[in-house]
């Protein structure tokens, strides 16, 4: 008999073997120059946004002489006293009617919206996709090819230069951006605890409330906050709707509006510190908005994903 004949084992190539680390060494150095070239950029947005709103805050701690003379230079007096007369110019009117309104437009967008959103995402019925796609449909729609019937639908309401105007058009603008945010949000949310909640006897206005809402939390303080920026902000609505029809009308001006009023109110008397100092009021309560829920605006838009 024959001796069994022994397999000798493969000898790899050693091209094969030398390209291996050659690859994975042309891999790191572009994922380093790609990170490089990312943080390099997210610097220079960053220097972009943040610049202009320092020279503006600093803006405001000069005088009309210093702005002309040296427009990027250091304020030579740190008073607040410009605060104090551009509230007492009306800034501070404009702010009161801007947080009334928004007072009840942003919690009524964020009820009303999700609410759509919920029975649109959880409930099939005939129509369901049609109406879906009628507030996505709103959300594409410029707003400035509806503002002549809207001004004067809400005329005939009896309701222009009125808070309550005001707010029903900030929740009918706003109702498409928030059911398509929350109708995304709505069907990742695991549908063994909505069927549980009915199998225990909860109705379906508690099981909303109590079960379905709590859990949307992280989606409903993201688009909450981008509601609120987008209002606060807001400026052709109010101009069209919230001017005086008469003598004894009173003016409701809304920040947006108030700061226009403001500089065309000093005519030849310029004093831009006051107007610099109006928009640092009108700024910092949406940068603190922001900055206090970030994390939670990230939560809210890296959910849906992760789920």
Known sequence: MSAPIKETPAIPDQRSVDKRPARAGERRGEGVVLNAFSHGFLAVWALLIVLPLLWLVLSSFKTDAQIAGSA????????????????EKGIGD?????VIVLAFSVPLTMLFGSMAAYVLARYEFWGNRLLYYFFVAGAMFPVFLALVPLFFMVKRLDMLNTYQGLILVYVAYSMPFTVFFMHAFFRTLPTAVFEASILDGASHT?????????????????????????????????TVLMQPQSGDDPERYVLTQGLIQLQQQQGYATDLPVLFAGVTIAMIPML????????????????ATLK
């Not at 922001?290 to 994390?295: A, E, G, T, V």
Request: glycine letters at 8%.
């Open 72 to 87: 990027f230079g250091w304020p030579e007096n740190w008073s607040f006293d410009v605060f104090t007369r551009a509230w």
């Open 288 to 303: 603190v908005v922001y900055l206090s829920f970030q994390r939670q605006v990230q939560a809210g838009l890296t959910s």
């Open 206 to 238: 508690r099981t909303f409330f109590q079960v379905m809402l709590p859990m949307a939390k992280p989606g409903l303080i993201s688009v909450g906050i981008f509601n609120t920026l987008g209002q606060w902000n807001q400026f052709i609505l109010p």
């Open 94 to 98: 404009y702010f009161l009617n801007t």
